[in-house]
C-alpha cells in the first residue's frame, strides 16, 4: 500500500505551512545568520525534515530515510560529478600557469572589470547553462573570475546573479521540455510564453550586475555595452523560443551576445577603466587588490596552448548536452535501480494532481552520458594539451577530490533535504500557501516558482512540483494555464541564486569554503527583488491591457 501525502496534517493551513517551513528556515537561519559550516547547516535541515516529516506528517520513518538516501545519490550524481571536474580542470590550468596566461588574454580584451564581468558571467556564463545546466556555468565562471582576481565574494555572488535569465531553457531547454511532458502543455506555447516574459529580464540583469558590482554611477558609466550585451541575447531569446523550440534558445543568444560584446568593445572602450576586484561596498571580502597594469606578450603557441583546455571544454558539454549523443551514450552503459522501500511507495494526490499519482524513485546512473563526464574527458584531453603526464594527471585528480570533500558531502545532504521535502510533501504545502492567494495569484504563483528552485536547486524539478497545481489554480482562477505554466519557470530562475547547491558549487569554485553564509546573505536581496519583478510582470500580462496581448 502507498503512503498518501497530507498536505494539511493539522486541519490549519497556517500551521501546517509554518510547520513545513521548518527545515528550511532551519538550514538559511544556519547557514546565513549563525555562520555554520554549510555540511552542518545541511545536516541540520535535513534532521529537521527527517521530524517534520515523520513526526508532522505521518511519513512512515523508512521511506523519510529512503527519500534522503535517493537524494544523496542524486547530489553525488550528476551535481557532484559535475563540480568535482569541472575544479579538476582549474586545477590542471593552475598547475602549469595557463590560467596565467588566459587571465592575461583575457585582459587584453578590457581591462575594465565591469566588462570582464559582462563577458564571462553574463554570456559565457549563459553558453554554459544552455549547453549543461546543473551548476556547470556558476562552477565554470565563478573559476574563472577569481582567476582573474575577482574577489571571492564578487566571484561567487556576481556569478549566481548572472545565471538567471537562461536558466528557464538550461540543459538544451530540459526544464521547459520536461513541464511540457509531465503536465500536458503545448512545448511550443509555454516556451513561446516564457519567451515573452524573460527577455525583460535578459534585457535588465546585465544593468542589474554592474550596479551590484560597482554602484550605479559606475553602471552608467558604460551603458552602451551593457545595453550591447543585453539586447543582443534579449531578441535572439525572444525569437528563438517563439518560432523555433527550447532547445537551443540560451546557447543561440548566448554567442550572439558574446560575439556582439566583443565586436562592440573593439570599437568602443570606457573612458575611465575599473580596475577594482572587489564588490562596492564590500572591500574587506577577501579579494586580492588592484595590480597594476602589466602587459605581457605571449607566443601564440602560449595563448594556444592556455585556451585549448576551455575550447576543449565548451565542445564536450555542447556535445554531451546533445540528445542523440546522450541517447547513444545511455546504449552503451545506463543502469536504473527502483529505490527499494520508496519507488511507487509515496502518492501524490489532489488538489495538486487531478487524480491520484504514485511517485517513481529510480536511481539513474548513466555515467557515460552525464555532463560531468565530458567534463573528465574534457580536463584530461586538456591535460595532456597543457603538458601533463599521465601520473600528474591523476595526483591532481586526487588532490581535487580531497580539496573538494566537504563541498561533496554538502551537496548530498542538500539534495537528500530537498529529495525528502519533496516526497513527504512538505514543499507541497508551501507551494499550497501561495495557491491560495486569489486575484493575486499571478504574483504569488510566480514566486511559487522561486520557492521551488530555491528547494530543490533546479528549475526542472520546480516545474515537475509545481507545474500540475500552476494548471489547475490557473484553470479555476479562468487564467491563461501557459500563463502559469511559464510563470513557474521564469519565477524559478531568479530562485537559483539562493538554491544551497548553486551557493556551495560557486564556494567550492572560487575555493572560498566555509563562506557560503556571506554568499547567501549577499545574494538574497537581489533574488527577492527579481522575483517579485518577474511576479509584477505576469500580474501586468494577467490583467493589464497592453501586457495582456504578450499572453496570446
Same mark, same amino acid.
Given at each position: 500500500?502507498?503512503?498518501?501525502?497530507?498536505?494539511?496534517?493539522?486541519?490549519?493551513?497556517?500551521?501546517?505551512?509554518?510547520?513545513? %517551513? =521548518?527545515?528550511?528556515?532551519?538550514?538559511?537561519?544556519?547557514?546565513?545568520?549563525?555562520?555554520?559550516?554549510?555540511?552542518?547547516?545541511?545536516?541540520?535541515?535535513?534532521?529537521? %525534515?527527517?521530524?517534520?516529516? =515523520?513526526?508532522?506528517?505521518?511519513?512512515?520513518?523508512?521511506?523519510?530515510?529512503?527519500?534522503?538516501?535517493?537524494?544523496?545519490?542524486?547530489?553525488?550524481?550528476?551535481?557532484?560529478?559535475?563540480?568535482?571536474?569541472?575544479?579538476?580542470?582549474?586545477?590542471?590550468?593552475?598547475?602549469?600557469?595557463?590560467?596565467?596566461?588566459?587571465?592575461?588574454?583575457?585582459?587584453?580584451?578590457?581591462?575594465?572589470?565591469?566588462?570582464?564581468?559582462?563577458?564571462?558571467?553574463?554570456?559565457?556564463?549563459?553558453?554554459?547553462?544552455?549547453?549543461?545546466?546543473?551548476?556547470?556555468?556558476? %562552477?565554470?565562471?565563478?573559476?574563472?573570475?577569481?582567476?582573474?582576481?575577482?574577489?571571492?565574494?564578487?566571484?561567487?555572488?556576481?556569478?549566481?546573479?548572472?545565471?538567471?535569465?537562461?536558466?528557464?531553457?538550461?540543459?538544451?531547454?530540459?526544464?521547459?521540455?520536461?513541464?511540457?511532458?509531465?503536465?500536458?502543455?503545448?512545448?511550443?506555447?509555454?516556451?513561446?510564453?516564457?519567451?515573452?516574459?524573460?527577455?525583460?529580464?535578459?534585457?535588465?540583469?546585465?544593468?542589474?550586475?554592474?550596479?551590484?558590482?560597482?554602484?550605479?554611477? %559606475?553602471?552608467?558609466?558604460?551603458?552602451?555595452?551593457?545595453?550591447?550585451?543585453?539586447?543582443?541575447?534579449?531578441?535572439?531569446?525572444?525569437?528563438?523560443?517563439?518560432?523555433?523550440?527550447?532547445?537551443?534558445?540560451?546557447?543561440?543568444?548566448?554567442?550572439?551576445?558574446?560575439?556582439?560584446?566583443?565586436?562592440?568593445?573593439?570599437?568602443?572602450?570606457?573612458?575611465?577603466?575599473?580596475?577594482?576586484?572587489?564588490?562596492?561596498?564590500?572591500?574587506?571580502?577577501?579579494?586580492?587588490?588592484?595590480?597594476?597594469?602589466?602587459?605581457?606578450?605571449?607566443?601564440?603557441?602560449?595563448?594556444?596552448?592556455?585556451?585549448?583546455?576551455?575550447?576543449?571544454l565548451t565542445v564536450f558539454v555542447f556535445v554531451w548536452g546533445l540528445?542523440?549523443?546522450?541517447?547513444?551514450?545511455?546504449?552503451?552503459?545506463?543502469?536504473?535501480?527502483?529505490?527499494?522501500?520508496?519507488?511507487?511507495?509515496?502518492?501524490?494526490?489532489?488538489?495538486?494532481?487531478?487524480?491520484?499519482?504514485?511517485?517513481?524513485?529510480?536511481?539513474?546512473?548513466?555515467?557515460?552520458?552525464?555532463?560531468?563526464?565530458?567534463?573528465?574527458?574534457?580536463?584530461?584531453?586538456?591535460?595532456?594539451?597543457?603538458?601533463?603526464?599521465p601520473v600528474a594527471i591523476v595526483k591532481t585528480f586526487l588532490r581535487?577530490?580531497w580539496l573538494v570533500r566537504m563541498s561533496l558531502l554538502t551537496i548530498?545532504?542538500?539534495?537528500?533535504?530537498?529529495?525528502?521535502?519533496?516526497?513527504?510533501?512538505?514543499?507541497?504545502?508551501?507551494?499550497?500557501?501561495?495557491?491560495?492567494?486569489?486575484?493575486?495569484?499571478?504574483?504569488?504563483?510566480?514566486?511559487?516558482?522561486?520557492?521551488?528552485?530555491?528547494?530543490?536547486?533546479?528549475?526542472?524539478?520546480?516545474?515537475?512540483?509545481?507545474?500540475?497545481?500552476?494548471?489547475?489554480?490557473?484553470?479555476?482562477?479562468?487564467?491563461?494555464?501557459?500563463?502559469?505554466?511559464?510563470?513557474?519557470?521564469?519565477?524559478?530562475?531568479?530562485?537559483?541564486?539562493?538554491?544551497?547547491?548553486?551557493?556551495?558549487?560557486?564556494?567550492?569554485?572560487?575555493?572560498?569554503?566555509?563562506?557560503?553564509?556571506?554568499?547567501?546573505?549577499?545574494?538574497?536581496?537581489?533574488?527577492?527583488?527579481?522575483?517579485?519583478?518577474?511576479?509584477?510582470?505576469?500580474?501586468?500580462?494577467?490583467? =493589464?491591457?497592453?501586457?495582456?496581448?504578450?499572453?496570446?
Open positions: 500500500m502507498a503512503w498518501q501525502q497530507i498536505y494539511d496534517p493539522f486541519g490549519n493551513m497556517f500551521i501546517s505551512t509554518a510547520l513545513a %517551513a =521548518v527545515p528550511v528556515v532551519v538550514m538559511l537561519v544556519a547557514l546565513g545568520f549563525f555562520h555554520i559550516k554549510a555540511h552542518i547547516a545541511a545536516g541540520m535541515g535535513l534532521a529537521a %525534515a527527517f521530524c517534520v516529516a =515523520v513526526f508532522g506528517y505521518g511519513m512512515p520513518a523508512g521511506l523519510a530515510g529512503n527519500a534522503a538516501i535517493f537524494g544523496g545519490l542524486t547530489g553525488l550524481l550528476p551535481i557532484g560529478w559535475i563540480v568535482l571536474n569541472i575544479i579538476f580542470l582549474q586545477q590542471l590550468a593552475e598547475g602549469n600557469g595557463s590560467f596565467k596566461v588566459l587571465q592575461d588574454s583575457l585582459s587584453g580584451i578590457t581591462e575594465d572589470r565591469r566588462l570582464q564581468l559582462l563577458l564571462i558571467a553574463f554570456c559565457f556564463g549563459a553558453f554554459f547553462e544552455g549547453a549543461a545546466g546543473f551548476g556547470t556555468p556558476v %562552477a565554470v565562471t565563478a573559476g574563472i573570475l577569481i582567476g582573474l582576481g575577482f574577489s571571492p565574494l564578487a566571484a561567487s555572488g556576481l556569478s549566481l546573479i548572472a545565471n538567471t535569465a537562461p536558466v528557464a531553457f538550461g540543459a538544451l531547454g530540459t526544464p521547459v521540455i520536461t513541464l511540457a511532458k509531465v503536465h500536458g502543455y503545448d512545448v511550443m506555447e509555454v516556451t513561446g510564453m516564457i519567451g515573452r516574459q524573460l527577455p525583460f529580464f535578459s534585457l535588465m540583469v546585465p544593468f542589474w550586475l554592474i550596479w551590484a558590482f560597482a554602484g550605479r554611477k %559606475a553602471m552608467m558609466e558604460i551603458w552602451p555595452a551593457i545595453l550591447v550585451t543585453g539586447l543582443s541575447f534579449a531578441i535572439p531569446q525572444y525569437l528563438v523560443s517563439n518560432f523555433i523550440g527550447p532547445e537551443l534558445v540560451d546557447i543561440i543568444a548566448a554567442l550572439v551576445s558574446m560575439v556582439s560584446l566583443v565586436g562592440f568593445l573593439k570599437v568602443w572602450q570606457p573612458k575611465k577603466v575599473w580596475t577594482s576586484p572587489s564588490l562596492k561596498g564590500h572591500e574587506k571580502d577577501g579579494g586580492e587588490p588592484p595590480r597594476a597594469k602589466t602587459m605581457v606578450a605571449y607566443s601564440s603557441k602560449e595563448l594556444l596552448r592556455a585556451w585549448t583546455p576551455w575550447v576543449i540528445p542523440v549523443v546522450k541517447d547513444y551514450l545511455n546504449t552503451l552503459f545506463m543502469a536504473k535501480f527502483p529505490m527499494a522501500g520508496l519507488n511507487n511507495l509515496v502518492e501524490k494526490v489532489p488538489p495538486v494532481v487531478t487524480t491520484p499519482h504514485k511517485e517513481a524513485a529510480v536511481y539513474v546512473l548513466n555515467l557515460l552520458s552525464t555532463t560531468g563526464t565530458g567534463i573528465l574527458l574534457s580536463a584530461i584531453v586538456g591535460a595532456f594539451v597543457m603538458g601533463y603526464g581535487t577530490v548530498v545532504l542538500m539534495l537528500a533535504l530537498g529529495t525528502l521535502t519533496r516526497f513527504s510533501g512538505t514543499d507541497t504545502t508551501l507551494g499550497l500557501a501561495f495557491a491560495n492567494t486569489g486575484v493575486l495569484y499571478p504574483f504569488f504563483g510566480t514566486l511559487m516558482g522561486w520557492l521551488g528552485v530555491a528547494m530543490t536547486g533546479s528549475d526542472t524539478a520546480s516545474n515537475v512540483l509545481f507545474g500540475g497545481m500552476q494548471k489547475v489554480a490557473a484553470e479555476q482562477l479562468g487564467l491563461n494555464p501557459n500563463l502559469m505554466g511559464a510563470a513557474n519557470s521564469s519565477g524559478g530562475v531568479m530562485g537559483k541564486m539562493i538554491d544551497a547547491q548553486s551557493i556551495v558549487v560557486a564556494s567550492t569554485a572560487t575555493r572560498w569554503f566555509h563562506h557560503e553564509g556571506d554568499i547567501l546573505r549577499y545574494v538574497f536581496f537581489h533574488s527577492v527583488a527579481l522575483a517579485c519583478l518577474v511576479g509584477v510582470l505576469v500580474t501586468l500580462q494577467a490583467y =493589464v491591457p497592453p501586457f495582456t496581448l504578450l499572453v496570446h
